[in-house]
């Protein structure tokens, strides 16, 4: 039986329907359990649930969702972590994976020697650069210079050993008469005389480092030491040998260590007193280390280049005696010894005004004269007399 026909059984008789199969459609049994209300009476909800369809009966069709009510959809569990482009959920994380910059070549230890050269760098502030400082405001010109003059002496024997290895016998000739003749007329070495005439013997730089490099001994990895500063692997060797060989080679009294040392100190204010100007350029680059370093490097090539009789152009000396001494000379040279001194002002036509002729001026044409003049001389010199 159906379910309106029983309905109406009941409406009419009053009588409960004995049990029989009921057989209804499946939206109507989720409306009896859900207790809706037909024809006035609300028929209360059944514990059980209406029986599967036999399968006899036509095909049910499924009911689908009533009208304005979006489909059901999975919602997310708690906790979940916001979208990406929400811009509640603050700003994103971006992590950037860099690489560090590799060494260049000749310089595998680049980031230690950088780590070395900011610390020594530090110390030379702090401490060396005011000593440097007053060391050139108190002492004279012409006495630091001649102390500088007198190192250098002291190593003209090592030259002259290097040249011999190097078997260049005119040049060892011409470094043991610059030995001889500044140890005697320049003074024990203080007065460089051997450069001027009538001698013309100027000074060369020369080690067992520039005889390695001298036959093809490459430099090797570069570094920065602390109290050594820039140096390769084949100076440092070099250079030792020669600090071994010159006591030996000039004698006593300077193979006793209590001479040595202070000598030693000594030379390497005097050197770093001259360096001062060109330390402090080299700190004002964008990458001071690397400055230096190819400063070094440069110079070094130019030593060794010129063993074979080559040049190399645009060197700027950090060591040796290349560097100029501060101080007034001769009077066109500012107190760092670089720079020219200013110039006191003239009566001299400002820059950029029209430079006035030195020829006499033109006369007034007479009448046997061209009544065309030509231009004053002035314009032909003007782009000399510029100055930039």
């Known amino acids: 039986m159906s379910l309106p026909a029983a309905a109406v059984v009941i409406l009419m008789t009053g009588q409960p329907v004995p049990d029989?199969?009921?057989?209804?459609?499946?939206?109507?049994?989720?409306?009896?359990?859900?207790?809706?209300?037909?024809?006035?009476?609300?028929?209360?909800?059944?514990?059980?649930?209406?029986?599967a369809p036999q399968a006899d009966d036509p095909a049910v069709p499924t009911p689908s969702a009533p009208e304005g009510v979006p489909p059901a959809t999975a919602s997310a569990p708690t906790g979940t972590a916001p979208e990406a482009n929400d811009p509640a959920s603050g700003p994103e994380s971006v992590i950037v994976v860099t690489r560090p910059e590799p060494a260049p070549p000749g310089d595998p230890l680049q980031h230690l020697n950088v780590e070395s050269f900011k610390a020594v760098q530090a110390v030379d502030k702090a401490v060396l650069e005011p000593v440097a400082k007053a060391y050139n405001k108190g002492l004279?010109?012409?006495?630091?210079?001649?102390?500088?003059?007198?190192?250098?002496?002291?190593?003209?024997?090592?030259?002259?050993a290097a040249y011999l290895l190097q078997f260049k016998p005119g040049k060892a000739a011409e470094t043991a008469g610059r030995f001889v003749i500044n140890t005697t007329?320049?003074?024990?070495?203080?007065?460089?005389?051997?450069?001027?005439?009538?001698?013309?013997?100027?000074?060369?730089?020369?080690?067992?480092?520039?005889?390695?490099?001298?036959?093809?001994?490459?430099?090797?990895?570069?570094?920065?030491?602390?109290?050594?500063?820039?140096?390769?692997?084949?100076?440092?060797?070099?250079?030792?040998?020669?600090?071994?060989?010159?006591?030996?080679?000039?004698?006593?009294?300077?193979?006793?260590?209590?001479?040595?040392?202070?000598?030693?100190?000594?030379?390497q204010l005097g050197e770093r007193a001259a360096f001062d100007e060109q330390i402090n350029k080299i700190r004002k680059e964008d990458r001071p280390y690397a400055a230096y370093r190819d400063l070094y490097l440069k110079q070094r090539e130019a030593e060794i280049e010129a063993l074979h009789g080559r040049t190399v152009p645009d060197v700027v000396p950090v060591y040796g005696p290349g560097l100029k001494t501060p101080?007034?000379?001769?009077?066109?040279?500012?107190?760092?010894?670089?720079?020219?001194?200013?110039?006191?002002?003239?009566?001299?036509?400002?820059?950029?005004?029209?430079?006035?002729?030195?020829?006499?001026?033109?006369t007034e044409p007479?009448?046997?004269?061209?009544?065309?003049v030509l231009p004053a001389p002035a314009q032909v010199a003007a782009p000399a007399a510029t100055t930039p």
């Not at 012409?142 to 090592?158: A, D, I, Q, W, Y």
């Open 20 to 51: 029989a199969d009921v057989h209804m459609p499946a939206y109507m049994a989720v409306q009896d359990v859900a207790g809706t209300t037909t024809g006035g009476i609300t028929a209360a909800p059944e514990a059980q649930t209406a029986p």
């Open 140 to 160: 004279p010109r012409p006495v630091r210079k001649g102390l500088r003059n007198f190192f250098s002496n002291l190593g003209e024997p090592v030259v002259f």
């Open 185 to 267: 007329l320049g003074v024990a070495g203080f007065v460089d005389v051997a450069k001027k005439k009538p001698f013309n013997l100027p000074y060369r730089p020369n080690g067992l480092a520039n005889v390695l490099g001298y036959y093809g001994v490459g430099p090797g990895p570069y570094f920065y030491l602390p109290i050594v500063g820039p140096t390769t692997l084949r100076d440092i060797v070099g250079d030792t040998v020669d600090k071994l060989l010159l006591p030996a080679a000039v004698g006593k009294p300077f193979t006793k260590p209590a001479v040595v040392l202070p000598m030693t100190i000594m030379n």
């Open 327 to 362: 101080g007034k000379t001769d009077g066109t040279l500012s107190p760092q010894g670089t720079e020219p001194a200013p110039v006191a002002p003239t009566d001299a036509a400002p820059t950029g005004a029209e430079p006035v002729s030195s020829e006499p001026a033109p």
């Open 366 to 372: 007479t009448a046997a004269a061209p009544t065309t």
